[in-house]
């Protein structure tokens, strides 16, 4: 048994992701894995994911994954990031696929014409460093309001319980980065290329052990 589990379904920055864990986790056994047995073992499961949610979701079936994740989402605790964080939700707008289902909710798209506040047009996809305004969640224990992390999105998750919500950003308004609820949390940005406060909320999920 592994303590951790990162689900390899094609999509995701797996590397980058399993170097960071090593960093904050040195002694853990760490899996890099499309095997839906390992993944339903683990003790702890991170769910990474970058590209189109349409090929995302053909790919998590098509390796049988779909549900050792499901699983997972339900039992233990759970990281989702990026897409890894869209994929848990009914519906998305990319693609007009449905999602897991974990999560109420879709995923819908930024609009084309974006403007700041002094009204320089934005783009789509939203790239680069962002402030994070988050909740009282234990994997915030130690980061710093407002701390900046790395985004690189389209689409965002717009869930129909607002209890759910655990973080927003601005882009230019206000959108959902980051969702909890029992045993799972999920942000829409890389926390393993968001350097200190990134490698914080790992280590925080590490020694996290939900109720």
């Known amino acids: 048994m592994v303590d951790i589990a990162i689900v390899d379904y094609g999509m995701g920055n797996l590397r980058s992701v399993q170097q960071a864990v090593h960093k904050v986790a040195p002694d853990a056994s760490v899996s890099v894995t499309d095997d839906s047995q390992v ?9 990474p994911g970058q590209g189109a949610m349409p090929d995302c979701m053909r790919e998590l079936d098509a390796r049988g994954l779909r549900q050792a994740v499901l699983d997972a989402a339900r039992n233990k605790p759970f ?29 819908v798209r930024f609009a084309s014409e974006l403007r700041d506040a002094q009204g320089n047009k934005l783009k789509v996809p939203h790239m680069g460093w962002n402030q994070v305004h988050h909740g009282d969640h234990v994997l915030w224990n130690g980061i ?7 985004f690189v999105h389209s689409y965002y998750v717009r869930p129909s319980d607002v209890s759910l919500v655990q973080a927003t950003s601005d882009y230019p308004q206000p959108f959902v980065c980051a969702a909890a609820r029992d045993n799972l949390f999920a942000v829409q940005f890389h926390p393993e290329k968001s350097a200190a406060a990134g490698l914080h909320l790992l280590q925080n999920f590490i020694n996290w052990n939900p109720a």
Do not use: T, W
């Open 39 to 47: 993944v339903g073992d683990a003790k702890r499961v991170i769910f």
């Open 79 to 107: 990281l989702g990031i990026c897409i890894g964080l869209q994929m848990l939700f009914e519906h998305s707008a990319e693609g007009n696929v449905p999602g897991l289902g974990v999560l109420p909710g879709e995923v």
């Open 144 to 150: 710093a309001q407002d701390a900046r992390f790395y």
